[in-house]
């Protein structure tokens, strides 16, 4: 049996997780993320774990037994490994697999985006398994995507293969993305634009609604009130997903994936959500029927990219 660890580096913590080759998760943890060097700190942490992990399992050799290391880092990275900036993680100009694998004396590493392996982790053993194709949306703060394309990441020339979030979807936005764009698409769909198009909607109209009744509106509110039959959060739901399925149906014309896969905070609403999506996807839909695309909920959650970090060092 042959094993990979994969590493998913947060600005917070670093997940860490033995898969092996049948992709069971042996084990699984958590480190700190320590700042400071270029990187350097939290990398020497990473082979440091790895080292003290293998060395409490007899059963497995770290010399004979462990094909690599696959690291998922949130910032976009080239096709041969580098890294331009990654500003969660305070770091520059740096090849990240080049630095670990040196720490841990040659052991094979590769790198990708954090988004795009929690995406080939979701292909390989979650809501895509079975599939080579899919796309996956994250829902969170903001919204990430990654897309797998015959079993492989497309991360595109300038490392922003994927970045589904700052995609356009409104002309006339007068608020700033986060990015420095206007009507990107996180203004919309991510929890954070949930609330905000809740908000607008509200000071738009008079509608009754149990939304105006709640102080801190969240992004579970909008769904949880729309969910009850609340009109309002309703309506302002569908807006936001659909923007969502205007920016799917051209990513369908574009790589034509098996399925897509929704996940973050936000996919907790559940089916209620995907359905929703789905029924704004037909209407946008014309040269390939909408229900040629499953959308699936993300299954790995935290997981997920410990299992694509690992999946980059297993064979094909």
Known sequence: MKYCVGADIGGTTIKLGIIDEEGALISKWEIPTRKGENGLLFMKDIADEIRKAFAEKDDISMEEDVLGVGIGIPGPVLPDGYVEVCVNLDVKDIYPAKLLSDLLGGMPAKVANDANVAALGEMWQGAGKGHDSICMVTLGT????????????????????????????????????????????????????????????????????????????????VCDLAKDGDELALRSLSYSM?????????????????????????????????????????????????????VALATLGNNAGIYGAAKLMFPD
């Open 142 to 221: 903001g919204v990430g995507g990654g897309i797998v394309n015959e079993g492989r990441i497309v991360p595109g020339t300038h490392g922003a293969g994927g970045e589904l979030g700052h995609m356009r979807v409104v002309d006339d936005e007068p608020e700033q993305c986060n990015c420095g764009g206007h009507g990107c698409l996180e203004q919309y769909a991510s929890a954070t634009g949930i609330v905000r198009v809740a908000k607008r909607m509200m000071a738009s109209c008079s509608d009754e609604s149990r939304m105006r009744e709640i102080e801190d509106l969240s992004a579970k509110d």
């Open 242 to 294: 659909d923007k969502l399925a205007f920016i799917l149906s051209h990513i369908a014309l574009a790589t034509d994936p098996q399925v897509f896969v929704i996940g973050g905070g936000v996919s907790r609403a559940g089916t209620f959500l995907t359905d929703m999506i789905s029924e704004a996807l037909g209407r946008y839909q014309s040269i390939i029927k909408a229900d040629k695309y499953d």
